[in-house]
């Protein structure tokens, strides 16, 4: 029976390093680092998440923004605020809440933002520096599943690692976070051959595909570590991951629980960079930040 990676629990203790460090902030620039989000439209589950994401920052002791625009906004008048807030110097993170409205070029309105305060992890820039070696700023859902690997004490070297997914937000940078950490990896898809199998030799494996209960518990290799990705709503309205969760949990060594698992870490890490994105800007040694 596997042992639960406890998302909410990890998150929290994450949550409480990033605001001491955020008081040592404040205490040597006299100022807060600040997370500005963009939120265009009126998408309800985005709603909830930006409202989140300010109430972490100011729990964590950072000053957190919204700058709601309507549905009907410009192109032109989405990039003229996301230029707006990459040049204030109380602004150290500037995220552009997702999806955007269907007439919203998405590629352009990422790439506005300046590298330096893109703590989503998603300018061309940072994904650059993540795929040569020298990462900045992260995607924070890859990042949160590091940090919960971490917290397991899982070894990557020579790990052999599976990831299910190949987006950009988390597919690809998390496959490029474990191959940094030396494990030998494979990215799978909905046109990979025998997933099945693919999915047995992994001895850390990652489901990100968006499909509620895909991998089944003899896709998993005994006392592999399990880390589910995937949010989805069943016709009866509860939430459940891409892995089942009942039969994984009898051959995995460690799993993540959906609710409860990744999620709250996503919002962790965008805490951490967030600060990590201020402390840069600052000047302070990168060393110090401790994290």
Not at 53 to 70: D, I, T
């Amino acid at each position: 029976m596997a042992e639960l990676l406890d998302g909410k629990a990890i998150a929290a203790a994450l949550r409480a390093r990033v605001a001491a460090r955020v008081g040592d902030f404040v205490a040597r620039t006299g100022r807060r680092p600040g997370l500005d989000v963009v939120l265009a439209g009126d998408d309800a589950a985005s709603q909830v998440y930006v409202r989140n994401k300010a109430r972490a920052c100011e729990e964590a002791g950072m000053r957190g923004a919204v700058h709601r625009l309507p549905a009907t906004v410009t192109q032109q008048e989405l990039l003229a605020r996301v230029g707006e807030l990459g040049a204030r110097d109380d602004v150290d993170g500037v995220l552009v809440q997702l999806p955007l409205p269907k007439h919203i070029d998405e590629s352009a309105v990422l790439e506005a933002v300046d590298p330096g305060r893109d703590v989503d992890g998603f300018h061309p820039y940072n994904a650059g520096a993540l795929l040569a070696g020298r990462p900045t700023l992260v995607p924070c859902t890859p990042l949160g599943c590091m940090r919960m690997l971490e917290h397991a004490k899982v070894s990557l070297d020579g790990a052999r690692a599976v990831v299910i997914g190949r987006s950009n937000i988390v597919g690809k940078p998390m496959a490029l976070l474990l191959l940094a950490q030396n494990a030998t990896v494979t990215v799978a898809h909905s046109r990979t051959r025998d997933l099945a199998a693919r999915c047995a030799e992994a001895d850390v494996l990652v489901a990100a595909v968006g499909r509620a209960g895909l991998v089944r518990g003899d896709w998993v290799k005994p006392g592999a570590v399990v880390i589910d990705v995937g949010i989805n709503r069943t016709a009866e309205g509860k939430l459940t991951g891409d892995v089942n969760f009942d039969e994984a949990r009898e051959k995995a060594s460690w799993i993540t629980p959906v609710p409860g698992g990744v999620g709250p870490m996503t919002i962790a890490c965008l805490l951490e960079n967030t600060l990590r994105a201020a402390w840069r800007r600052a000047g302070l040694p990168m060393g110090e930040l401790g994290l």
